[in-house]
């Protein structure tokens, strides 16, 4: 049996890519999921489909990540549903695309409100559970974060740097409580993240094609399941000494500075 079978697992972003990824794996390993977007019909898809797939329950929590009363409302909800919590992944983000003559402050606030103050937040939220159940926080962050950027990137890669020291920081106090925290920071993964930020799909499958042949090993794209094996690896027991580290699913792209 799985040791994720039975344990309580938020995940936000869960109604598309990523998350939604994540959330099927666990399915099929037992898991009691608790799952958040803002897309009501896509939550409610992905819901069906991981109980399909062997969720042992399954309750999904529609909020903006961006609202601190609709944080509040998702671990209220879960905690009164499952009455605990092991393992809260926090997963959704977005990236602006946007050379800093044209940057805004309304794009800089969307965008640190979801990738950088709803990770620290859920985390302040979801910690009295945490700390009962000895669980332990997976955040996705990017292999664009503090050592790496790219030109039109700078909102982005700032909230992913911040991701990234939320994770140690946080790791640090709260070792204490036995409670971990760990990132995963994927290069190009194959999701809705570029029409989620305004590409067609004739655009996004182009900008696919190009990015791929940027990573050195086998010149591909990262697999979904890449991201999840390693999300779920941080999860486990087999990660029980494994805090504050922010592991690269990059295929070495982080290694050539392009
Ligand atoms: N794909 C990549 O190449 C890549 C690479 C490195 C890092 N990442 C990171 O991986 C994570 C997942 O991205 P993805 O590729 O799976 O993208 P995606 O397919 O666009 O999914 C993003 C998820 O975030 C949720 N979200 C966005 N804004 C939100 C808000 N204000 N409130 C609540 N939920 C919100 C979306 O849900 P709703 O639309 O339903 O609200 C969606 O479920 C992100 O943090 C991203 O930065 C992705």
New binding site residues.
């Given amino acids: 049996m799985s040791e994720f079978a039975s344990k309580v697992i938020v995940i936000?972003?869960?109604?598309?890519?990523?998350?939604?990824?994540t959330a099927k794996e666990l399915s099929k390993q037992g898991a009691l999921l608790s799952l958040?977007?803002?897309?009501?019909e896509?939550?409610a898809q992905v819901a069906d489909e991981c109980k399909n797939l062997g969720a042992k329950d399954v309750l999904y929590v529609?909020?903006?990540?961006?609202?601190q009363d609709?944080m509040e409302r998702i671990i209220k909800e879960t905690a009164e549903k499952f009455g605990e919590i092991h393992v809260l992944v926090?997963?959704?983000?977005?990236?602006v695309i946007s050379p800093i003559a044209d940057v805004t402050l309304d794009e800089f606030d969307?965008c640190f409100?979801?990738?950088v103050r709803?990770v620290l937040y859920l985390t302040k939220l979801a910690l009295p559970y945490l700390e009962k159940t000895k669980g332990n926080i997976v955040n996705?962050?990017?292999?664009?974060s503090s050592m790496y950027t790219l030109p039109g990137f700078t909102i982005?890669t700032t909230?992913?740097a911040a991701?990234d020291h939320i994770t140690k920081s946080s790791a640090l106090e709260l070792a204490k409580n036995g409670v971990r925290v760990n990132a995963v920071?994927?290069?190009?993964?194959?999701?809705?993240?570029?029409?989620?930020?305004g590409f067609s799909e004739e655009q996004s499958k182009a900008a696919y094609v190009e990015?791929a042949k940027l990573h050195p090993l086998n010149e591909r794209?990262?697999k979904?399941e890449e991201?999840v094996d390693a999300i779920l690896f941080l999860a486990s027991d087999k990660a029980t000494m494994i805090t504050g580290n922010c592991l690269r699913v990059d295929g070495g792209r982080a290694l050539t500075g392009q």
């Avoid at 936000?12 to 990824?21: D, F, L, R, V």
């Avoid at 926090?90 to 990236?95: M, P, V, W, Y």
């Fill in positions: 936000t972003g869960a109604s598309s890519g990523i998350g939604a990824a958040t977007g803002r897309n009501k896509r939550l529609v909020g903006d990540l961006s609202k609709d926090n997963n959704a983000g977005f990236a969307r409100n979801v990738n709803a996705i962050s990017s292999f664009l982005y909230t992913k991701c920071n994927p290069a190009v993964v194959e999701t809705n993240a570029y029409t989620n930020t990015q794209n990262i979904v991201v």
